[in-house]
Nanobody, 116 residues
Protein backbone atom coordinates (compact mmCIF):
# COMPACT_ATOMS: atom_id res chain seq x y z
CA UNK A 1 0.00 0.00 0.00
CA UNK A 2 0.99 3.64 -0.32
CA UNK A 3 3.27 4.81 2.46
CA UNK A 4 4.81 8.21 3.06
CA UNK A 5 7.13 8.57 6.03
CA UNK A 6 8.45 12.00 6.96
CA UNK A 7 11.50 12.57 9.12
CA UNK A 8 13.99 15.26 10.00
CA UNK A 9 11.89 17.60 12.07
CA UNK A 10 12.95 19.01 15.39
CA UNK A 11 13.65 22.11 17.43
CA UNK A 12 15.78 24.78 15.80
CA UNK A 13 16.63 28.36 16.65
CA UNK A 14 15.45 31.22 14.46
CA UNK A 15 17.80 31.58 11.52
CA UNK A 16 18.71 27.92 11.60
CA UNK A 17 18.24 25.18 9.04
CA UNK A 18 16.59 21.78 8.79
CA UNK A 19 16.20 19.24 6.04
CA UNK A 20 13.07 17.14 5.98
CA UNK A 21 12.84 13.82 4.17
CA UNK A 22 9.87 11.84 2.97
CA UNK A 23 10.40 8.21 2.06
CA UNK A 24 7.76 6.85 -0.30
CA UNK A 25 6.69 3.34 -1.17
CA UNK A 26 3.79 1.46 -2.71
CA UNK A 27 3.52 3.48 -5.91
CA UNK A 28 5.60 4.60 -8.87
CA UNK A 29 7.41 7.44 -7.16
CA UNK A 30 9.35 8.53 -10.24
CA UNK A 31 6.09 9.28 -12.07
CA UNK A 32 4.44 11.21 -9.26
CA UNK A 33 4.36 14.89 -8.41
CA UNK A 34 5.26 15.32 -4.75
CA UNK A 35 4.16 18.13 -2.49
CA UNK A 36 5.03 19.42 0.97
CA UNK A 37 2.36 20.99 3.16
CA UNK A 38 2.38 22.26 6.70
CA UNK A 39 -0.15 22.87 9.43
CA UNK A 40 0.44 25.23 12.30
CA UNK A 41 -1.58 25.00 15.53
CA UNK A 42 -5.05 26.40 15.04
CA UNK A 43 -4.53 26.92 11.32
CA UNK A 44 -5.50 25.10 8.17
CA UNK A 45 -3.03 22.96 6.30
CA UNK A 46 -1.21 25.04 3.69
CA UNK A 47 0.86 24.38 0.60
CA UNK A 48 4.61 24.79 0.95
CA UNK A 49 6.32 23.40 -2.16
CA UNK A 50 5.84 21.06 -5.10
CA UNK A 51 8.17 19.19 -7.42
CA UNK A 52 7.33 17.43 -10.66
CA UNK A 53 8.12 13.79 -11.27
CA UNK A 54 11.53 14.33 -12.88
CA UNK A 55 12.31 17.28 -10.69
CA UNK A 56 12.41 19.73 -13.55
CA UNK A 57 9.76 22.07 -12.19
CA UNK A 58 9.30 23.32 -8.66
CA UNK A 59 6.79 25.68 -7.14
CA UNK A 60 6.79 27.39 -3.77
CA UNK A 61 4.44 29.26 -1.51
CA UNK A 62 5.42 32.89 -1.14
CA UNK A 63 6.40 32.19 2.46
CA UNK A 64 8.92 29.58 1.29
CA UNK A 65 10.46 31.31 -1.71
CA UNK A 66 14.12 32.07 -1.31
CA UNK A 67 14.43 30.07 1.91
CA UNK A 68 13.19 26.54 1.16
CA UNK A 69 14.31 24.14 -1.55
CA UNK A 70 12.40 21.04 -2.58
CA UNK A 71 14.27 18.23 -4.28
CA UNK A 72 13.91 14.53 -4.93
CA UNK A 73 15.96 11.41 -5.48
CA UNK A 74 13.96 9.03 -7.61
CA UNK A 75 16.52 6.28 -7.07
CA UNK A 76 15.80 6.45 -3.34
CA UNK A 77 12.07 7.19 -3.61
CA UNK A 78 12.61 10.20 -1.40
CA UNK A 79 11.62 13.84 -1.53
CA UNK A 80 13.37 16.48 0.54
CA UNK A 81 12.66 19.93 1.86
CA UNK A 82 15.72 21.98 2.74
CA UNK A 83 14.66 24.84 4.98
CA UNK A 84 17.01 27.75 5.66
CA UNK A 85 16.68 30.99 7.64
CA UNK A 86 13.85 29.49 9.63
CA UNK A 87 11.42 31.79 11.42
CA UNK A 88 9.12 31.17 14.40
CA UNK A 89 6.18 31.34 12.01
CA UNK A 90 7.54 28.27 10.22
CA UNK A 91 6.60 26.23 13.29
CA UNK A 92 4.19 23.53 12.13
CA UNK A 93 3.74 19.88 11.39
CA UNK A 94 5.12 19.25 7.90
CA UNK A 95 3.54 16.65 5.66
CA UNK A 96 4.47 15.22 2.32
CA UNK A 97 1.72 14.27 -0.07
CA UNK A 98 1.17 12.36 -3.28
CA UNK A 99 -1.90 12.51 -5.50
CA UNK A 100 -2.64 9.16 -7.05
CA UNK A 101 -5.73 8.48 -9.14
CA UNK A 102 -7.35 11.66 -7.79
CA UNK A 103 -6.76 10.59 -4.20
CA UNK A 104 -4.40 12.45 -1.89
CA UNK A 105 -2.11 10.40 0.29
CA UNK A 106 -0.38 11.84 3.34
CA UNK A 107 2.35 10.88 5.70
CA UNK A 108 2.06 11.14 9.47
CA UNK A 109 3.94 14.43 9.51
CA UNK A 110 7.05 15.67 11.24
CA UNK A 111 7.07 18.49 13.79
CA UNK A 112 9.22 21.54 13.16
CA UNK A 113 9.54 24.02 16.00
CA UNK A 114 11.44 27.26 15.54
CA UNK A 115 12.13 28.87 18.87
CA UNK A 116 14.92 30.39 20.91
Amino acid sequence: QVQLVESGGGLVQPGGSLTLSCAASGFTFSSTIMTWYRQAPGKEREFVALITSAGGITNYADSAKGRFTISRDNAKNTVYLQMNRLKPEDTAVYYCSARLARLDYWGQGTQVTVSS
